[in-house]
């Protein structure tokens, strides 16, 4: 890893060649050289959205396929004299103006409805609008025979008789060739231009997706320059240089670059959710060239003037590549638990954005030093020896997390608490129309049409039956009436079509307008011979041709998710009551929709569960330690707590934009974690103490920290200048998130820190303690080579020259030491001679009872150059809460040596009493160093 | 000339005279040849036709047409239904008139004639692709409106003139035009592609080549189809047991021997 990591600032120019070439290949992904036609699209549609249970959507394929489209484009016209006769042959006009375009299937209108007339023997099959009427009266007339209509009334003509529909079916296009077609544009022009004075309102699904993907190309080409732009504001004010903000600038941009280059490489378009991808690679790409840019700043200060320039640049890397390596793996986790969503959509934005954070990572550690390897030094170092408000900030801050620790942790467990319990609150939503907001035109020309025609949305109730022309029978039609009326009267819907209508009005025409004959034809015989009469296109969109499966147009008003799901479960509960020979399906796109809230918020439990516990595994290894990788977690987790606190709280749903938030400040959160334990760690141990280390850890990571957070912030925030509802809800939060992530960083994971000596993985790596310290260091006995380690991180390790002094006989003894390398003479005072007593050499325990005691017994020299670990009661103390296997061998070890000290000692006292005036060398192997 | 001339070519999809004509034949003498292949004073014939839904599913329906001129040179059509046995005994009866036909229909589980006035021309016939206007049309190839000769086309390795054929404003008609191919030996339309608004093609009529049969001096196609390419469903009709010119009795053609009949 660090000869990666030293390979920017030794080649510089060979790696910077290397970033461009491949810079430029991404860039032919985007954007095709040949023909400059740009090959990374905007698609639109929805169908990514839609959940992927198989069984649903083949079902609703078959029903769509059978019986046409359940997704028509709405176009409504109203006023209060709708009408009159000009405003009448105005529908008309339209009409044929919009079934004359290439796209359109047919349109259902006035102009086309066909309304059957019976007058004594005579039958009139005709459009409602096929002879347009002049007298008052009978225009008066008209208007009550559409209201009259059971098919038509309340739909096509509102019940106030002033509003009426246009629905226009399209031909089989997809979502992207009926958006790229402009069919929407056209469609608003022809009505616009035959409106009049009426009101014009539209909506409909084709529509809103219309409305959606323009949005979402407007919002991508306003919202990543506008964050950029903050994002540049924000390092100006950081590093007060050009360069300083350029450079990182530089970096996001080819790391946007690679990133779009490789989903334009692989054939994929930018949707609906990855259109927040460029966002969140620009807002990460500023956090780890922050870092990297304010580590060399950083290293410029210390070092001063005529620092050599690569020197610096490799000091920093090796400083901040680690951290930004394991942040990088930790962000990556969170995303990568965003690869199993039940969504396609969202699966999809997970791959891209692990991508997408893998080059940011690699950039941020090649592109950034190499180019900071070949510009001049920084001119003068910023803030250089002079402490920043910020610092002056930390200061204080860093004192009172420390001396309100425990307040700290007790508050953030109640906030723990209380946000798990909002979180039952949180609802779960989807729908094309809920992603604008209410203000907007889309949403109120939905509103409008909605409440006056009955409902916009529409589903299928589809039957099915295995006996031949099962639908002429009179007991099945009875069964699909008794239905139908249930179905009317239940409040979410605005009207229920079937064919049941059709032969009901068919048998009434029959019987020259009997009402008592508006009624189902009595015999199966009766029903083939109307159905045969009424032959039409609008009667196939009910029935198909052997009369064994039947359709039931359903108009709601109804969009929300919960609403819609729990009308679905009320109707297949009643359905449960048809004969079993009827098998009846409730299908249409807004239900499949609606199936994605259960997949999403399953996602969102399985995602959030995976990215926690991948990331709990990553901060265990990474600091040794279980407990530890709990308590590290515990600050990244409780800004998860909050967000759904918020969700809950606000009443802000989750939806397929939301519910990536959760894993996204996940990610992004733990490096701040990482970081500021990273530093803790080194300065713990160099102060040997956690109390100064606490603020000199948070007077460093404080910059990089809160300038990334702001940075983050800001840039999400952007977003919620967007038109759409969905990103807007997006923006609002991630910075709420990320803010209070924030405030936890600086608070609570200080608060953590305060009580724990860190022993992080690559101090264990890094740790040198010879050849086989676990079995040629006695304290180290049968302990493993990765547990000698800890054990000795857990001490402080220092070295001594020669001929220094390390403690003399009557010293307070707090700690004992272990001799790593080197030789320690140990000896004492008697009667104005120095008597020597031993030599101790590697693997040895100096003082082993001075812990306990309290007091020297003896001095303590080194005869080379030593390293010495000191093990305080402290420390001991600290590895017995931490490590208690480990502990308790070591207290084994101890126990054994000073119990073969003593054992020793006694075979001396034994022999001076033989000859008192004889000292004995004593030999290192008998472990006589009990003195010390 | 109406729908009585419409169904009349459903019942037989015709062309001209037997000779056929020129290759270098105008435009008149070829609808001189659709008009002179049509029976002089009568015809009879059964109708077995498949019709299928988008999913591909069919039904069958088989029917009896008596088709007579007049005196007064205006045509009477009767059409009725013999399978399935729930339809068994439908009938519709078209009388034509100068200005527009009179329509009735007869459902016996009904039990009573009803006039019907089906100002819809574009409405769809018992069900199958075929709607009103596509008979009249197919009829009369050369209807109201605009004719005009397309280049010679070849269908199933057979010369056929090309007539394009746009109908008139006051027709109200689905179409923007139809090109019909006329079999240059028969006269026998073979195929007539009908094309919506900015002339997309809508619907196909497809006569089988080798179907191609004669009753006395009329050709005709005993199998053709109507293909609906938007809503990708279609209708096959197979023509058996044709009559030329036999006698029918003129009472056949009346709303009382609908009654009597059934």
């Known amino acids: 890893m660090s000869r990666f990591l030293a390979i920017a600032s030794k080649y510089p120019v060979a790696v910077l060649t290397v970033v461009f070439l491949l810079t430029a290949i991404a860039l032919c992904g985007i954007v095709d050289p040949k023909t400059g036609a740009v090959r990374l699209e905007i698609d639109p549609s929805a169908d990514r959205l839609l959940t992927e249970d198989h069984d649903a959507r083949e079902v609703y394929d078959r029903i769509r396929n059978l019986f046409g489209s359940d997704e028509p484009l709405v176009l409504a016209l109203a ?510 796109s807004i239900v499949l929709l609606n199936r994605t809230v259960d997949d999403i918020a399953r996602g969102q439990v399985q995602s959030i569960a995976i990215a926690i516990g991948i990331i709990y595994l990553v901060l265990s290894a990474m600091f040794t330690s279980f407990r530890i990788g709990l308590v590290a977690l515990f600050p990244n987790v409780l800004p998860i707590a909050i967000y759904f606190g918020a969700l809950g709280l606000s009443g802000v749903t989750l939806n397929p934009a939301t519910s990536l938030i959760a894993c996204m400040a996940l990610g992004v959160a733990v490096d701040d974690t990482i970081h500021y334990f990273a530093r803790f760690n080194r300065d713990a141990k160099r102060a040997a103490r956690e109390m100064p280390a606490t603020r000199s850890a948070l007077r460093v990571v404080i910059r990089p920290v809160t300038y990334t957070t702001a940075g983050l912030c800001l840039g999400f925030l952007v977003l919620t200048t967007s038109e759409l509802r969905s990103h807007a809800e997006f923006g609002m939060l991630a910075a709420l998130t990320l803010g209070a992530a924030w405030l936890i960083d600086v608070t609570l994971t200080p608060a953590l820190c305060a009580s724990v000596r860190i022993v992080t993985l690559w101090d264990v790596l890094r740790l040198d303690l010879g050849r086989d310290p676990h079995s040629t260091i006695e304290l180290f006995q049968d302990l493993g080579p990765r547990q000698a380690r800890v054990v000795a991180l857990m001490g402080s390790l220092k070295r001594y020259p020669g001929g220094e002094k390390l403690f003399s006989e009557g010293d307070d003894a707090h700690d004992i030491a272990v001799v790593i390398d080197g030789e320690v003479g140990i000896s004492f005072v008697r009667d104005g001679s120095r008597v020597q007593m031993s030599k101790i050499a590697r693997g040895k325990v100096v003082g082993p009872s001075a812990m306990a005691s309290g007091r020297r017994t003896a001095d303590a020299d080194a005869l080379t150059d030593i390293r010495l670990l000191h093990i305080t009661a402290e420390d001991m103390v600290r590895l017995r809460h931490r490590y208690p296997r480990i502990a308790a061998q070591v207290y084994r070890n101890l126990n054994r040596v000073q119990g073969q000290r003593i054992a020793t000692l006694m075979d001396r006292i034994g022999d001076r009493w033989r000859d008192p005036f004889e000292f004995l060398p004593i030999d290192p192997s008998d472990g006589d160093s009990n003195r010390g | ?177 139809i090109d019909f191919y006329v079999d240059q030996e028969t006269c026998v339309v073979l195929r007539a592609d009908f094309f919506g608004e900015g002339d997309q093609l809508t619907k196909q009529m497809v006569a089988k080549t080798e179907s191609l049969d004669r009753a006395g001096h009329t050709w005709y196609a005993r199998e053709i189809s109507m293909t609906d390419l938007k809503d990708q469903t279609h209708t096959e009709v197979l023509a058996e047991d044709v009559e030329v010119d036999v006698k029918i009795p003129r009472k056949m053609f009346s709303t009382s021997a609908l009654l009597r009949r059934n």
């Not at chain 1, 077609?181 to 699904?205: C, H, N, P, V």
């Not at chain 2, 006035?117 to 049309?137: C, K, M, P, Q």
Request: overall charge neutral.
């Open chain 1, 79 to 588: 006023g209060a004299e709708l009408f009159r006769a000009e405003n009448l042959e105005r529908i008309v006009r339209l009409t044929e103006q919009l079934e004359a375009l290439p796209e359109v299937h047919h349109v259902l209108s006035l102009a086309t409805a066909t309304n059957i007339k019976a007058e004594d023997d005579l039958i009139e099959i005709a459009p409602f609008l096929d002879e347009i009427p002049r007298s008052p009266a009978e225009l008066a007339d008209l208007r009550a025979t559409v209201l009259a209509n059971p098919i038509y009334g309340g739909s096509l003509l509102s019940k106030d008789g002033q509003s009426t529909a246009l629905l226009v079916y399209f031909n089989r296009l997809s979502d992207k060739e009926l958006i790229r077609s402009g069919i929407d544009r056209r469609i608003r022009a022809l009505a616009d231009q035959e409106r009049g004075d009426l009101e014009l309102w539209m909506s409909g699904a084709p529509h809103v997706k219309s409305r959606t993907s323009e949005a979402l190309q407007r919002n991508f080409a306003r919202i990543v320059p506008g964050i950029a732009c903050i994002i540049g504001l924000m390092l100006v004010a950081a590093f007060r240089s050009f360069r300083g903000a350029l450079l990182p600038l530089s970096t996001i941009a080819i790391s946007l670059a690679w990133t779009l280059g490789a989903m334009g490489w692989f054939g994929h378009s930018l949707n609906l959710v990855t259109t927040i991808v460029p966002p969140l690679i620009v807002t990460l790409g500023f956090a780890y060239s922050m870092h990297v840019v304010s580590e060399y700043y950083d290293a410029a200060r210390h070092a001063g003037p005529g620092a050599d320039r690569r020197e610096l640049v490799a000091q920093s890397i090796r400083d901040v590549g680690l951290p930004i390596a394991i942040t990088g793996i930790t962000t990556i986790a969170g995303f990568l638990s965003l690869t199993v969503n039940p969504l396609a959509a969202i699966r999809e934005f997970g791959r891209f954005a692990v991508l997408g954070i893998t080059f940011t990572a690699i950039v941020s550690l090649t592109f950034t030093p190499a180019m900071l390897a070949l510009l001049p030094s920084p001119k003068r170092g910023v803030g250089a020896h002079r402490e920043t408000p910020l610092q002056r900030f930390a200061n204080r801050l860093s004192d009172f997390d420390f001396k309100n620790r425990g307040i700290i942790i007790g508050v953030s467990v109640a906030i723990l608490i209380l946000m798990a319990a909002a979180t039952t609150e949180v609802r779960v939503s989807t729908g094309y129309i809920n992603g604008w907001k209410e203000s907007s035109d889309v949403r109120r020309d939905y509103n409008e049409i909605n409440e006056r025609l009955g409902g916009v949305n529409t589903f299928y109730v589809a039957f099915e039956s295995p006996v031949a022309e099962a639908f002429a029978e009179p007991a099945n039609l009875r069964e699909l009436r008794d239905f139908q009326h249930w179905l009317r009267a239940q409040p979410e819907i605005g009207g229920a079509t079937s064919i049941v209508d059709y032969a009901m009005l068919i048998n009434q025409s029959l019987h020259a307008g009997n009402p008592d004959h508006f009624a189902i034809p009595a015999t199966k015989r009766l029903a083939m011979q109307l159905y045969l009469f009424g032959a039409s296109d609008d009667l196939d969109r009910l029935v198909d041709s052997r009369y064994q499966k039947t359709n039931l147009l359903v108009r709601t008003r109804i969009q929300d998710s919960e609403r819609l799901a729990t009308l679905i479960t009320r109707i297949e509960e009643r359905l449960k009551g048809l004969p079993p020979h009827i098998d009846s399906n409730v299908t249409g």
């Open chain 2, 1 to 177: 000339m109406g729908r009585a001339r419409a169904w009349f070519a459903l019942l037989l999809s015709l062309a001209v005279a037997s000779p056929g004509v020129a290759s270098e034949a105008t435009l008149e003498e070829i609808k001189q040849c659709v008009h002179e292949n049509a029976p002089r004073k009568t015809t009879i014939q059964r109708l077995n036709a498949n019709i299928f839904d988008r999913a591909g599913n069919d039904r069958r329906l088989v029917a009896k047409g008596y088709w007579k001129r007049f005196e007064d040179g205006l045509f009477r059509l009767l059409i009725r239904v013999e399978a399935p046995a729930d339809l068994r005994g439908a009938a519709y009866l078209i009388l034509e008139q100068e200005e527009r036909s009179d329509m009735f229909v007869y459902l016996p589980a009904v039990g009573r004639v009803r006039r019907v006035n089906a100002r819809s021309v574009s409405g769809s016939l018992f069900g199958t692709d075929f709607s009103y206007e596509d008979i009249d049309h197919l009829q009369r190839v050369s209807g109201s409106g605009t004719q005009e000769m397309g280049a010679m086309a070849m269908i199933d390795g057979r010369k056929a003139h090309v007539l394009i054929n746009r109908p008139s404003e006051e027709y109200g008609s689905a179409y923007s035009k």
